[in-house]
């Protein structure tokens, strides 16, 4: 039992890792994409400048992104080897697919780089990234088909405990694949813009600078983070939905719901008493669970106690989902308050208190998206496979697993300082306001308004 303890920490440690860096992999050429768009469109030169920092940036974290995905591939036949000896076939399709997808991003991405001021037409250059967009989006949501197989499994049918009439592309468009799919790129886009929102506010403050480069990549990350932010809410709308039709245990552990109740109601926060089977301190939302499940306020929810102790997953992760849900509304309506004071002509948006919210909203929204995760997998526990293969079926003989964890932590600690060193001294060094380019850019502004004025 230890070592299946710790071959899921390992495993969750791993992923845990690789997803921050995959996340802003995900989102980050879609901003840059996006304010090169808007710098060829307004001829403005600081959103153009602004794609290409964030460009020079994105290359680290892509590097990192690749070693640390390339480990979880080993791990999976390490630790799990008898769920790939059963489900490989069906897996290896979305894997090899994957690779392809990054591929293209990376040559789409390395083209781009590279060809920056080479064509007369700007919009040649800002079309080469969209197959880095393409690439980097595809190869998210083909990994997560995996995740989705995992959750609702399709493809195939057992003789003898064995896997017969594989059908790869069937076990690609499970039924958990449109729901998983899409709140993993909405929520990458949403974390990706809370991170640059807090680093853009993070440098304002401490640089005490109001320079116009600043505010408009606040209003451009702030902008990114409503409109993904909405489009994450309905994406986990989405899929409390598949879970109350695939999944209803795990829909009852994420609302704390003991028994199975008509109209049931929707928690917001609590502490909970398993001895009881009580909630303490909490705010009920009267039916709002029954219709946001089916869509009906008075429908039942089957809660905890319908089904057998063996395979209900451990109702702590209710804390995982209200920390994920409460991140993602702390993104959205502080989003809303600076672009409705923006659009108001007010000061409040360029405050220290507003500035230091938005600082706080970049561990918010990568603490919500983690806690996202950790909730789906420890969700889905006792299963690997849902209703197919148990964890403990699945975990390795070897053992001595403890020992490579700590060895694995020490490795992620060690990429994890280097990391953040390279990208603060590539910053530090060439701060925007000492940028070369960002000068000749302030320097032909001030001597256009020079001509005007005469």
């Excluded at 710098?39 to 940036?57: F, N, S």
């Excluded at 079309?127 to 088909?145: E, N, Q, R």
């Excluded at 706080?360 to 998206?369: A, E, Q, T």
């Amino acid at each position: 039992m230890i070592d299946l303890l710790f071959s899921r920490i390992l495993t969750g440690t791993t992923l845990g890792f690789h997803i921050f860096f995959a996340t802003l992999g995900v989102g980050i050429p879609v901003l840059i994409s996006l304010a090169e768009f808007i710098g060829i469109r307004k001829r403005d030169p600081e959103y153009l400048l602004l794609a290409k920092r964030w460009a020079k940036g994105f290359v680290i974290l892509v590097a990192v992104g690749v070693v640390t995905g390339t480990t979880i591939g080993f791990q999976l036949n390490l630790l799990w080897p008898n769920f790939m000896q059963l489900a490989g076939e069906l897996i290896s399709l979305p894997f090899m697919m994957e690779a392809f997808a990054f591929f293209l991003e990376a040559i789409f991405l390395g083209i781009y780089l590279y060809t920056w001021g080479r064509f007369r037409n700007p919009w040649v250059h800002w079309a080469f990234s969209l197959p880095v967009i393409i690439g980097s989006s595809m190869s998210a949501a083909l990994i997560t088909t995996v995740n989705a197989f995992m959750n609702a499994p399709a493809g195939f049918r057992i003789e003898a405990g064995k896997l017969v009439d594989i059908d790869p592309l069937a076990a690609i468009f499970n039924p958990a694949t449109p729901s998983k799919v899409f709140h993993v790129l909405t929520s990458a886009y949403f974390t990706t813009a809370c991170a640059l929102v807090a680093l853009t506010a993070f440098y304002i403050l401490i640089r005490k600078k109001r320079i116009p480069y600043f505010k408009k990549a606040l209003t451009l990350t702030m902008s990114f983070a409503l409109v993904t932010g909405i489009l994450t809410a309905v994406a986990g709308d989405v899929s409390a939905k598949y879970m109350a039709a695939y999944n209803p245990e795990k829909l009852a552990a994420a609302e704390a719901l003991f028994e199975t109740t008509e109209g049931a109601p929707l928690l917001v926060g609590g502490l909970i008493d398993q001895e009881s089977q009580e909630i303490h301190y909490k705010i009920e939302l009267p039916k709002l669970l029954s219709f946001l499940s089916f869509g009906d306020f008075n429908a039942e929810v089957r809660g905890l106690n319908a089904f057998p102790k063996e395979v209900q997953p451990p109702v702590e992760i209710h804390y995982l989902f209200q920390v994920m849900v409460g991140a993602g509304t702390f993104g959205i309506l502080l989003s809303l308050l600076y672009l409705f004071g923006i659009w108001r002509k007010k000061h409040f948006p360029q405050s220290k208190w507003m500035l230091a919210l938005a600082v706080l909203l970049g561990p918010i929204g990568i603490v919500g998206m983690e806690c996202g995760w950790i909730f789906t997998e420890i969700g889905r526990k006792p299963w690997i496979i849902y209703g197919v293969m148990k964890m403990e079926d699945a975990v390795t003989s070897m053992t001595g697993i403890r020992e490579y964890f700590f060895l694995f932590v020490l490795v992620y600690l060690l990429i994890a300082i280097i990391t953040s060193i390279v990208m603060i001294r590539f910053f530090r060094k060439r701060p925007v306001d000492l940028d070369p380019e960002y000068q000749a850019i302030r320097a032909h502004e001030g001597a256009h308004e020079g001509g005007i004025s005469q």
